[in-house]
């Protein structure tokens, strides 16, 4: 009896035993739960589970800030509503591969947010499955690549931009060849035909069609980055109320204009020219959004300083002084899934025959060239608001300006032309011989090069192409002044991604111009290479 009752004691601690590693077991259970629910909740990432209905049954902190309501309305309600439509089905491919592959399926997919703002995940999707192997529904892991898309965007973007830039020289170059044999020769013919003849004002209208050609080229490189127009301080409030003045009769009467200008002496870096491309675009289309309906248009410029926090909400813009301009519509808006295309060329949204599809991205060029930045922010419905950032700069000293309308006639100074199209070639020796120089032409670079080894101290001018087959023009100015230090050189080009103006004045080559000159221009340009 007494080793019975003693075995029942034994029995008894060992059940005490067992209850306390039992109950250690539950609580470290409880506390692992805990652990595990707080994860769950605190992830960065959304977890959500899905049964085989598609309904939500399950969803973390995270995911229920991507799908953008509350927990409540979310739970148990379908998952496809929160994808944007295209993706519906993708979605359900990936479950579908997951549960005949038995692995996790990752698939980027965009959701459907309440205010429409595109946002982008990644879904890794794994399938539950009962004992009995049947699916029992899905846990869907979203991460929120949003910017990262964006980042993805911005550099296809900047790679166009680059690939069209590329494109846009080479055809900038030819073509320039191309308006300068029409001009000269207009130029010549207009010289000839005296004033009774009917051609003369034929002649006149082939003139100024090549002077817009030429504004076309340099329209095209302006948003390729890659204009040689020459930039200077510019005041930017006068030149925004003047464009204001000549939009005011083409906009329709029932758009309210409201302008509010708060600074006036300051400056940016760039040119009246294209600071008012940059704001007849860009209110040009604001009024294309309102024609219909009519509506506001605002237009807000004024001076803001950027810090480290701001600058970094634009792209590649330091901390410092800033102009910035706004312009705001009340029109239909912009979709977003067309948003990043906007700075495309020739995509467009407006009717055949109502647009090229080429304004934004001029623009885009145009604010990229002057170290600036352009953002567009829109809802469907609401309107746009485009910013436009540049930076600031000091005032220039005032110069004289070497611009005028008169012809600078030579006084039989000796001209050295080269240049490789015989039909340039040509025509710059009859124009330069009008002008009253004694000019000698060549159209090979070696060949002029030896010519002036010959003799260097007869000739007091050399105008030269900068792209030429044999030797490019900045090789050949360089072997020119190797001869004599102190020849004056007159580099022209139609476009050059190797040289510019200031490039040219730190070889030594007094002037620098862009193909094509009109006779006008090209008097002036050499009076001031020789004077120098």
Known sequence: MAELINELRIHQAELEIQNEELKRSRDELACLHREFADLYEQAPCGYLTVNPKGIITRINRSGVKLLGENRERILNTEFYPYLAPPFQDLFWSARKRAVESGEMQSVELQMKTPNDFPAWVRADISAECAETESVTGWRVVLTDITHTKQLEAQLRQSQKMEAIGTLAGGIAHEFNNVLAIILGNTELALDDIPDWNPAKESLREIRTA???????????????????????????????????????????????????????????????????????????????????????????????????????????????????????????????????????????????????????????????????????????????????????????????????????????????????????????????????????????????????????MAYDLVITDMAMPKMAGDRFAAALMEIRKDIPILLCTGHSDQMDEKKAQKMGIRGFAMKPLDMTKLSLMIRKVLAD
């Open 210 to 456: 090549s002077m817009r050609a030429r504004d076309v080229v340099r329209q095209i490189l302006s948003f390729a980055r890659k204009s040689m127009m020459a930039q200077k301080p510019v005041a930017i409030a006068p030149v925004i109320r003047e464009s204001l003045t000549l939009m005011r009769a083409s906009i329709p009467a029932m758009i309210h204009i409201r302008p509010r200008i708060t600074c006036e002496s300051e400056m940016v870096l760039g040119n009246d020219t294209e600071l008012q491309q940059i704001f007849i675009n860009l209110c040009n289309n604001a009024a294309h959004a309102m024609r219909e309906e009519g509506g506001v248009l605002d237009v807000h410029l004024f001076a803001v300083d950027l810090d480290e926090t701001t600058a970094q909400q634009y792209d590649d813009l330091k901390p410092g002084p800033f102009i910035k301009l706004e312009i705001k519509d009340t029109g239909h808006g912009i979709a977003p899934e067309i948003m990043e295309r906007i700075f495309d060329p020739y995509f467009t949204t407006k009717e055949f025959g109502e647009g090229s599809g080429m304004g934004l991205p001029v623009v885009h060029g145009i604010v990229k060239k002057w170290n600036g930045d352009i953002k567009i922010s829109s809802e469907p419905g609401k309107g746009a608001m485009v910013e436009v950032l540049l930076p600031q700069t000091e005032r220039a000293a005032p110069n004289a300006s070497t611009e005028g309308s008169r012809l600078e006639r030579g006084k039989g100074e000796r001209i050295l032309f080269v240049d490789d199209d015989q039909s340039i070639a040509h025509m710059g020796k009859q124009m330069l011989e009008r002008l009253g120089y004694d000019v000698v032409c060549m159209t090979d670079s070696f060949s002029a090069l030896a010519c002036f080894r010959a003799n260097s």
